[in-house]
């Protein structure tokens, strides 16, 4: 089945610098590739997603990259702010539906 | 937020009871999966329905299984409770393989 790895496991910026968190895997025919951000006590939300058949999507400060010969798509957060604390999660679905999380990043912004 | 709902929120069980979990939704997406979350480990996948009696497993499927008789309703069932199976539990619908999976609100399982 489907690897997904996420690195790092913690991540501390100084707000205003930039954050990225990388994910790797290990299924070539993975075509969908989706971030959540997860708030202590709450459910997982979507905040980006990207497919195979693009290389690079952005949403104000959040971009995503997806190499698809590497097998592996990060995530990039600019001007970064305290309330983008909270764990990361990278995922990546085939096509049989089946959609496996990375490990989760912990992203502490101190003001 | 998506329309979907997980009962119980909490339960306390004691090991070697059954337990069932519920998921409802109510936008008619085809798909449907469980997800369990336990700390340094992220959220595994459990089981997943790609429509009415149609499931598979996922990575972490010993010990539960899964029924899906309408589209609304995703099941999930733990045979025999063991402690390793305290978790929070995340149920996620998606309305086709290419588009946003929305979770619901989590259900804290205890096993004692």
């Known amino acids: 089945g489907e690897n997904v790895e996420q690195h790092p496991s913690t991540l501390s910026v100084q707000e205003g610098d930039s954050a990225v968190i990388k994910c790797t895997y290990s299924?070539?025919?993975?075509?969908?590739f989706p971030w959540y951000k997860q708030e202590l006590g709450k459910r997982p939300q979507l905040i980006i997603d990207?497919?195979?058949?693009?290389g690079e999507k952005k949403d104000q400060r959040i971009a995503v990259t997806l190499n698809k010969t590497a097998k592996h798509f990060s995530l990039h957060i600019t001007e970064t702010q305290p309330e983008d604390s909270a764990v990361y999660f990278c995922?990546?679905?085939?096509?049989?539906?089946?959609?496996?999380f990375g490990a989760g990043t912990r992203l502490t912004v101190k003001p | 937020d998506a329309g979907i709902t997980q009962s119980p929120r909490h339960k306390v069980t004691e090991t070697g009871t059954p337990v069932t979990l519920r998921c409802h939704q109510t936008?008619?997406?085809?798909?449907m999966y469980w997800y369990r979350q336990d700390p340094g480990h992220g959220l595994r996948l459990i089981h997943y329905?790609?429509?009415?009696?149609?499931?598979d497993k996922g990575e972490v499927s010993d010990g539960y299984s899964v029924s899906r008789s309408k589209t609304e309703d995703f099941l999930l069932t733990l045979e025999s409770a063991t402690s390793s199976q305290t978790s929070v539990y995340f149920c996620?619908?998606?309305?086709?393989?290419?588009?946003?999976?929305?979770f619901g609100q989590g259900t804290r399982l205890t096993v004692v």
């Open positions: 995922a990546a679905r085939r096509n049989n539906n089946d959609m496996r």
């Open positions: 299924d070539s025919a993975s075509n969908y």
């Open positions: 990207i497919r195979s058949n693009v």
């Open positions: 936008e008619n997406h085809r798909y």
């Open positions: 329905s790609y429509g009415v009696k149609d499931t």
């Open positions: 996620a619908i998606a309305l086709d393989r290419n588009t946003e999976a929305f």
